[in-house]
């Protein structure tokens, strides 16, 4: 059988010449589960079981107090200027920073497009107005693997936001696989809003939290800064679900070869840590591939196996039921047949059927007039009745044990077959060549 729907490639030679192994199996992930055609999502549905396809890219999310360094974090890292940096509150909404084909600035309705898990962003009043993407086309670090989303510095007084920022915070971080937390030194580090919002995100999401003291650079004094992160720590501790062992808080600041500092920079951990969760996701969404894989082969292995047995159901009714119908039809009929012929003379049945036929009805007949003879005259027409009622009673059964299974049609039990190979012999194929590309960036070939 040949499968119709095959995998589908990319589309563009010089993107797949240029994209990293882990870019490429996080995209033909995807393209497994999305395909139009044959994707597992699609052959899910007919099961009622909703799957979800894997993103392509990893997301971080950056909060902290205004003028943290989050936009010049993410500068660096990506090695273009596309967020505006200043003392000032420069990032006053949301702005995604991802990879694309051309540098390209999207407003809200765009984003939302480009992105429609946010799209639930929408049932908080005026996030959608201060929405925004910024499209790089920046190939650095793991940036092509990587979106960022860059939030409202935050502060405390009358700072009036046109949206629920804590609410819009707290949604994003459902969605993000990395939270950055960034702690100025210079600013408002233990500025109460951001406190407490690290306290929500940390009790729902622990494992996502990441804190930094950004701009460590700017405290020259080696003492001062020690002081500066005590306090941090000290307030952060004070909060029941952040008083926890092992609590770790790198100091990192913008490498400036123009600017000499003493300050161990761990900036470097970042992008360490941003790697790893990448290689876990890939690792993570290469399992959950397998899964889905199992999960759908067998959903359609059962489907088919219902379906035989539905069939082989429906035949042995269908047996059953013509036997119990000739009972209910032939056995009275021949009871009928024979009083019609023993009340009629036999001159009148030549006249009426003919010589030869009345006599080989009246050959086929005997064994019915022999048992017909046993019943006592008075009480022939109560066991007709009875067996008329009887046959009544069979006609009934008969129709009764019609109830035959819904099975599948010609071209439905072929499209499940096609799905059945298609799971079997191209997703599960791909999904093996897909760890072997993983792997193989770590181990040698003989080990694979």
Excluded at 266 to 294: F, G, P, S, Y
Excluded at 349 to 371: K, N
């Amino acid at each position: 059988m040949t499968v119709r729907a095959k995998f589908r490639q990319c589309a563009n030679p010089i993107d797949q010449a240029t994209m990293t192994v882990n870019e490429k199996i996080l995209r033909e992930c995807h393209t497994l589960y999305a395909d139009e055609d044959m994707g597992l999502i699609k052959i899910a549905e007919h099961f009622n079981l909703k799957l979800l396809a894997p993103r392509k890219k990893i997301v971080v999310l950056l909060i902290g107090n205004h003028s943290a360094g989050k936009s010049s974090f993410i500068n660096w890292y990506i090695e273009e200027h596309v967020q505006k940096t200043g003392v000032a509150i420069e990032t006053q909404g949301f702005v995604i920073v991802t990879s694309g084909k051309k540098r390209e600035s999207l407003m809200g309705n765009a984003t939302l497009h480009l992105y429609p898990h946010f799209k639930s962003l929408q049932k908080i009043p005026g996030v959608v107005d201060f929405l925004s993407t910024e499209i790089s086309t920046s190939k650095q670090k793991k940036f092509s693997l990587v979106t960022f989303v860059d939030t409202p510095g935050l502060v405390d007084g009358d700072m009036q936001y046109p949206f629920d920022v804590n609410e819009a915070i707290i949604w994003l971080g459902k969605m993000a696989d990395l939270i950055f937390t960034f702690f100025d030194p210079i600013g408002q580090a233990l500025c109460k809003r951001t406190l407490n919002l690290v306290e929500r995100l940390n009790s729902a999401h622990a494992e996502k939290m990441r804190f930094y003291l950004s701009k460590a650079d700017d405290v020259s004094n080696e003492a001062d800064r020690q002081r500066v992160m005590m306090q941090i720590v000290q307030e952060l501790c004070k909060r029941p679900g952040l008083n926890r062992t092992g609590f770790d808080m790198p100091t990192i600041c913008i490498p400036d070869l123009n600017k000499q500092t003493r300050c161990v920079n761990q900036i470097e951990e970042v992008c360490q840590d941003i790697e790893r969760t990448i290689n876990h996701t890939i690792q993570n969404t290469l399992n959950t591939l397998e899964r889905d894989c199992e999960t759908v082969a067998q959903l359609l292995e059962k489907r088919l196996e219902q379906d035989t047995e539905d069939r082989n159901y429906n035949f042995k009714t269908t047996g059953r039921a013509m036997v119990f119908g000739a009972l209910a039809v032939i056995l009275p009929l021949l009871l009928v047949l024979n009083v019609l012929v023993s009340i009629s003379s036999k001159s009148f049945l030549h006249a009426l059927l003919g010589a030869s036929f009345t006599d080989s009805l009246l050959v086929y007949l005997s064994p019915v007039r022999m048992l017909w003879s046993i019943v006592p005259d008075r009480f022939q027409w109560t066991v007709l009745l009875i067996i008329v009622i009887g046959s009544g009673g069979l006609f009934f059964l008969t129709k009764w044990s019609l109830g035959l299974r819904l099975t599948l049609s010609r071209r439905q039990k072929r499209q499940y077959l096609e799905m059945k190979e298609h799971v079997e012999e191209v997703v599960n194929a791909k999904k093996q060549q897909l760890y072997r590309e993983y792997l193989g960036q770590s181990v040698g070939d003989h080990d694979l």
